[in-house]
């Protein structure tokens, strides 16, 4: 008898699956959103930011188009995304005070290691929906964050007004199919709120029915 087909062997690799299982919810569960102001240096350095990168490629990629992109604001940038983020404020409100312009600018620098998230719609088979793009970029985003979990290190997703602002899309160089997303921050942890209460599976799954309709539990 091959030991491979065996019981023990069966049993152990079932254990190990479910380990790897559990170490994974853990993850999961363990995942909190921290404010960039709350994030400080050190960021991560040049390999763990690889190793996020290499997580977020094995995010699910119908037509393996690759529709999404990530560009990194290093510090140098940041005085250039500050001029950004105050400017699409001005726009759009002409009566923002300098304090408020000031607090715009000033989020430019808040995060250690800062990255733009960009879909494309256009890119490979238009026939893609553009709804599914998002999902795998969203896919992508997770799984850096996860891995920046994974590395001790605080998280967020943070987004406004001014990811539509022209002076952001001519900024990051953005194509005409090409939309801005989301910021991406990663940093060292300061301070974090209690973690919140998260939704039950009862709370958003229900099973379909024969008859038409949804039904309560899965």
Same mark, same amino acid.
């Given at each position: 008898?091959?030991?491979?087909?065996?019981?023990?062997?069966?049993?152990?690799?079932?254990?190990?699956?479910?380990?790897?299982?559990?170490?994974?919810?853990?993850?999961?569960?363990?995942?909190?959103?921290?404010?960039?102001?709350?994030?400080?240096?050190?960021?991560?350095? #040049? @390999?763990?930011?690889?190793?996020?990168?290499?997580?977020? +490629? $094995? *995010?699910?990629?119908? =037509?393996?188009? /690759?529709?999404?992109?990530?560009?990194?604001?290093?510090?140098?940038?940041?005085?250039?995304?500050?001029?950004?983020?105050?400017?699409?404020?001005?726009?759009?409100?002409?009566?923002?005070?300098?304090?408020?312009?000031?607090?715009?600018?000033?989020?430019?620098?808040?995060?250690?290691?800062?990255?733009?998230?960009?879909?494309?719609?256009?890119?490979?088979?238009?026939?893609?929906?553009?709804?599914?793009?998002?999902?795998? #970029? @969203?896919?992508?985003?997770?799984?850096?964050?996860?891995? +920046? $979990? *994974?590395?001790?290190? =605080?998280?967020? /997703?943070?987004?406004?007004?001014?990811?539509?602002?022209?002076?952001?899309?001519?900024?990051?160089?953005?194509?005409?199919?090409?939309?801005?997303?989301?910021?991406?921050?990663?940093?060292?942890?300061?301070?974090?709120?209690?973690?919140?209460?998260?939704?039950?599976?009862?709370?958003?799954?229900?099973?379909?029915?024969?008859?038409?309709?949804?039904?309560?539990?899965?």
């Amino acid at each position: 008898m091959n030991l491979l087909d065996s019981p023990v062997q069966a049993s152990a690799a079932a254990l190990a699956d479910n380990d790897m299982a559990a170490m994974a919810a853990a993850l999961m569960q363990s995942r909190q959103t921290i404010l960039p102001k709350r994030l400080a240096a050190p960021g991560p350095d #040049a @390999g763990q930011l690889g190793m996020s990168l290499e997580a977020a +490629a $094995t *995010a699910p990629d119908h =037509g393996q188009l /690759l529709p999404w992109r990530f560009v990194l604001v290093p510090q140098a940038a940041r005085a250039r995304l500050a001029e950004v983020f105050g400017a699409a404020l001005i726009e759009r409100d002409a009566a923002a005070t300098p304090e408020q312009v000031a607090q715009a600018r000033e989020k430019a620098h808040r995060s250690p290691l800062l990255l733009l998230a960009i879909v494309d719609g256009l890119r490979g088979d238009p026939d893609i929906d553009l709804f599914e793009r998002i999902v795998s #970029a @969203g896919c992508a985003v997770q799984n850096m964050l996860l891995t +920046a $979990t *994974a590395l001790g290190f =605080g998280s967020a /997703l943070t987004s406004g007004k001014a990811l539509k602002s022209t002076g952001l899309r001519t900024l990051f160089g953005l194509g005409p199919g090409e939309h801005a997303l989301c910021f991406v921050s990663i940093g060292t942890v300061q301070s974090r709120k209690s973690a919140r209460l998260r939704p039950a599976p009862a709370d958003f799954a229900t099973t379909l029915s024969p008859d038409g309709g949804t039904v309560p539990g899965f």
